[in-house]
């Protein structure tokens, strides 16, 4: 709506500069005449105060009806009074209308707003994208045995529905036949699937892995675990304060300095020589240019800068508000899965038997799992990629589930798999082994062993969430700015703690359920602590949205995504830092602008007024519109500068 009107006034403007008679004098040019061109001016400045200025008109009741001046009765003040006055000019001798002063500040102000509003998105998608993870039908059971497919709305508690591999689990439920591993990061930030048998609960919205399961359906709708999560994210957003912006304030300030500097004026020039139409004149310019062009941009023209800075750093800003508030924070929230780490498994260590080496360890064990889709194997063959290390050549693969696999390599049987194939088999490890096993268990590490003719355990493997190096400077960088950071995670106490010690985290939060992790956030808060969130999984929506500011990390779930009030396009913990930078910087600019555009008032509106009247200063309508251009420039030029800040992290 804005730029519409913006593009509309803006051509019905050029006429009415063209044709004003004091642009005429400083271009020392004469526009033509003809027939009725004297009524060009008013009659298009008409026009675009009808057409322009209806919208701040509009804005301006709900300012005084709340009794909170700001920009919009500022500059509502300013184009009613040079309207009326430059209307009623074209009838009364003596008077100057300020028809191009009226246009030029309708067109500059929807510039401003235009600019402000192209800035700011609302977080309004987040349901919908949480929604998208239900799928819409269910296969039911009969009682013959056979399934048949019906919509998710009318699956009832006790009925039994089949979740085929790959499938989303449309309730939740429990168990009742099958055994698979379910995908439950969404929901609960587990970086690994989560084995599920008979009698174990699952949760609708999750991703079966690799076999059949039968649940039994416990709750349904509104009920649902994922359904209080968008309840959650909906209360959230609801929440939010009315954060009132300070180019607002500055205007609700200079709206009663307008009126006290007006009324003194009035008071003062009648008093001195009577009342007539140049006290009128004195009054009108006084309450005209108190509304400089300078201020309605001293704000948007930073944000619109800064917006497309962050683009550049690969930050996309959904919120302005969250994007000021940023310079603030003194509490960092990380998510640990997919924020902190990579959210995939990956070998953090490797011990072997002593008549066997690394490299041989990695051949064989690449090569048995050579044909698993596991999240396991793929760690430990990426592994070996990294090392450069070719895969052995296996033949007879078998899966054993719950178990691991088994290969046979040169005519000799491989194994490989966890504790539970250890114990399966009945065999010892090697003191070397067991003590890199113990250490790993210490640390939370997944340890899978390689086992040679199901007799010699010949190598163990520790396997963790790979923690991004990323995250190491970030945290770091944190500190120094002064600013705490915290982890929450789905995941068990040991691994939470292993990884905020490796990083050095200053306060961590097991174990979180969804809803957890959004009180946890409040928690925060209720502390006197402005927090961000930094997340990319479904459960951390909660939380993103009643943070101060929520930082989301883009390649994360659509969800987060539309939850976030900034978004990362990277997983780069070290965007974080840059974000804070940007957001002091940005902030200091904006100060300064305000500075500028205030203080061309401080130095206009007394001249305005006439207060070197008695030694022949008068500032007219027409150099206090000059002077407004030269303060509008000025912080045109120092928003630029904020192109070339420092984000380096």
């Keep these: 709506m804005f730029r519409r009107r913006f593009l509309v006034s803006l051509v019905l403007s050029v006429p009415v500069v063209f044709f004003s008679e004091f642009v005429q004098d400083v271009f020392g040019y004469t526009a033509p005449t003809f027939p009725g061109s004297l009524w060009i001016t008013p009659g298009l400045s008409v026009i675009v105060f009808a057409y322009g200025g209806v919208p701040f008109l509009s804005m301006a009741r709900t300012e005084l009806e709340n009794r909170e001046p700001g920009m919009m009765m500022l500059i509502s003040l300013a184009i009613s009074v040079a309207f009326v006055y430059s209307i009623a000019s074209l009838f009364i001798e003596g008077t100057t209308p300020f028809f191009w002063e009226l246009v030029t500040l309708i067109d500059i102000m929807l510039l401003g707003h235009w600019m402000e509003m192209r800035s700011v998105r609302q977080a309004s998608g987040a349901l919908d994208e949480l ?87 416990t709750k349904t709708g509104d009920e649902t675990t994922l359904a209080g999560i968008m309840r959650l994210v909906d209360e959230a957003q609801q929440s939010k304060s009315r954060t009132q912006l300070l180019a607002d304030r500055a205007a609700g300030w200079l709206f009663y300095v307008a009126l006290g500097v007006a009324a003194i004026t009035a008071i003062a020039w009648v008093v001195a020589v009577g009342f007539n139409v140049g006290v009128l004149e004195r009054v009108v310019t006084v309450l005209v240019i108190a509304c400089p062009h300078a201020l309605g941009l001293a704000v948007p023209l930073v944000v619109a800068i800064n917006t497309s800075t962050a683009a550049r750093n690969g930050m996309l800003i959904r919120d302005r508000i969250a994007m000021e508030e940023a310079r603030n924070l003194d509490t960092v929230m990380f998510d640990k899965t997919g924020t902190l780490t990579k959210g995939e498994q990956g070998v953090v260590g490797v011990e072997t038997a002593d008549d066997w080496d690394e490299k041989q360890a990695f051949e064989v064990a690449a090569g048995v799992e050579g044909d698993s889709e596991h999240m396991i194997a793929r760690a430990i063959r990426n592994a070996a990629q990294e090392r450069d290390i070719q895969r052995a050549s296996v033949s007879n693969f078998e899966n054993l589930r719950g178990l691991g696999v088994r290969a046979t390599i040169d005519g000799e049987s491989m194994h490989l798999g966890g504790p539970n194939l250890i114990e399966k088999l009945g065999i010892d490890r090697p003191d070397d082994i067991a003590d890199f096993a113990e250490e790993a268990g210490v640390n939370a590490q997944t340890v899978i062993y390689l086992i040679h003719d199901e007799s010699d355990v010949v190598a163990a493997f520790a396997l963790a969430d790979v923690i991004r190096d990323e995250s190491r400077q970030a945290i770091e960088a944190l500190h120094q700015m002064g600013i705490e950071v915290a982890m929450l995670t789905g995941d068990s106490e040991d691994v939470a703690k292993a990884v905020a010690a490796e990083l050095g985290i200053d306060q961590y939060f097991a174990e979180v359920l969804p809803e957890e992790k959004d009180t946890k956030v409040a928690q925060l808060q209720s502390e006197g602590n402005l927090v961000a969130m930094v997340g990319d999984g479904v459960n951390d929506a909660p939380a993103l949205t009643r943070a101060d500011v929520g930082i989301a990390i883009g390649s994360g779930t659509d969800v987060a995504i539309e ?81 070339g800040v420092d984000l380096s992290a």
């Design 131 to 217: 929604a998208k993870l239900m799928p819409d039908t269910a296969e039911r059971l009969t009682e013959g045995g056979e399934t048949e497919e019906i919509p998710v709305s009318e699956l009832g508690e006790g009925d039994v529905v089949l979740v085929r591999p790959g499938a989303s689990v449309p309730a939740d439920g429990e168990v009742v036949a099958g055994e698979s591993s379910v995908d439950e990061s969404m929901i609960t930030g587990e970086s690994r699937p989560v084995d599920k048998e008979p009698e174990s609960d699952v949760v609708a919205g999750t991703v079966n892995q690799d076999g059949s399961l039968r649940v039994r359906v």
């Design 563 to 643: 939850s976030g009030d900034i978004i990362l396009v990277d997983n780069n913990p070290l965007d974080v830092v840059r974000l804070v930078k940007l957001s002091k910087a940005s902030y200091r600019k904006m100060q300064e602008n305000l500075v500028w555009a205030t203080g061309y008032n401080v130095f206009a509106l007394p001249l305005a007024a006439g207060i070197l009247a008695p030694i022949g200063i008068l500032l007219s309508p027409a150099i206090g519109a000059v002077f407004m251009s030269l303060s509008t420039i000025i912080v045109a030029i120092n928003a630029r500068r904020l192109r």
